[in-house]
C-alpha cells in the first residue's frame, strides 16, 4: 500500500502505539519508506513543518517518540510508514542538568527538551565536539539509540563548574565525572 506521508498521518499513527510512559519501539519496525516530510529540526530544538514552527508542545513530543536514526539519516517510523526529515545539528537539545554526589560518585541527570531524562553514564555518554575553526565546543549526551541531545549554554556553563582534571589516556583532561565513567570535554594544558 503506498501512502502520501504527512504530519497528520504520522501523528494518528503515533498517537495509537503511544503507551504511557513507555517509548514505542521504533527500533524494530521496518514499514516501508513512503518519501521525505518537509519536516525540520533546527539546533535550538524547535520542530519545523512546512516552513512553520510546531507550537504545540504535546505533538513535538509525540513525534520525538517515533523518531530514529539510520546511519546520517533521520526518520519519523510508524508501524506502517517511515519518512525522512531533516536534523540541523542533534534532535533534542538538553535544557537542564541535575548533578548529585561528588567526583568519582557524581551523577549527572539531564532534562531535554521534549521531556526525557537520563542519567549520563556508561549507557548515556557526554561528548564534546570542537569546532575546528574557533575551537567552540559543543557538547552532546546520548538519550537514545543514536539520538543524542546538544547540551545547551546555560547547562554547559553548569557543568563546566563541577568539572575535574583527570588524566586518560595518558593525558590530562578536564571534563566530568558521572555514573562511574569520566568524560573528557577539554586536554587541562589548554585551560593553562
Known amino acids: 500500500m503506498n501512502r502520501t506521508p504527512s504530519a497528520e498521518s504520522l501523528a494518528a499513527s503515533a498517537s495509537k502505539v503511544a503507551t504511557s510512559g513507555k517509548l514505542p ?7 516501508p519508506f513512503c518519501g521525505d516530510l518537509d519536516m525540520e529540526i533546527r539546533r535550538d530544538g524547535t520542530w519545523f513543518y512546512q516552513g512553520t514552527p510546531i507550537g ?5 513530543k509525540l513525534f520525538s517518540t ?6 546520517d539519516d ?10 525522512g526529515i531533516r536534523v540541523q545539528d542533534a534532535p533534542f537539545v538538553a535544557i537542564d542538568a541535575n548533578f548529585a554526589g561528588e567526583g568519582e560518585d557524581q551523577v549527572i541527570t539531564f532534562t531535554t527538551n521534549v521531556g526525557d531524562t537520563v542519567t549520563a553514564g556508561p549507557e548515556h555518554p557526554i ?3 570542537r569546532d575546528p575553526e574557533t575551537g567552540e565546543p559543543s557538547p552532546y549526551v546520548l538519550v537514545r539509540v543514536n539520538l543524542e541531545a546538544l547540551i545547551d549554554r546555560k547547562t554547559f556553563y553548569r557543568l563546566s563548574e563541577i568539572g575535574t582534571h583527570h588524566e586518560q589516556a ?9 555514573g562511574g565513567c569520566f568524560f573528557p570535554m577539554i586536554p587541562s594544558s589548554e585551560l593553562e
Open 127 to 129: 561528548r564534546v565536539e
Open 170 to 178: 595518558g593525558r590530562k583532561w578536564f571534563g566530568l565525572w558521572s
Open 56 to 60: 504545540r508542545a504535546a505533538l513535538v
Open 66 to 71: 517515533i523518531l530514529r536514526r539510520d546511519g
Open 74 to 83: 533521520y526518520f519519523l517510523v510508524t508501524p506502517v510508514e517511515k519518512v
Open 25 to 31: 519501539p521504533v527500533h524494530l519496525w521496518d514499514p
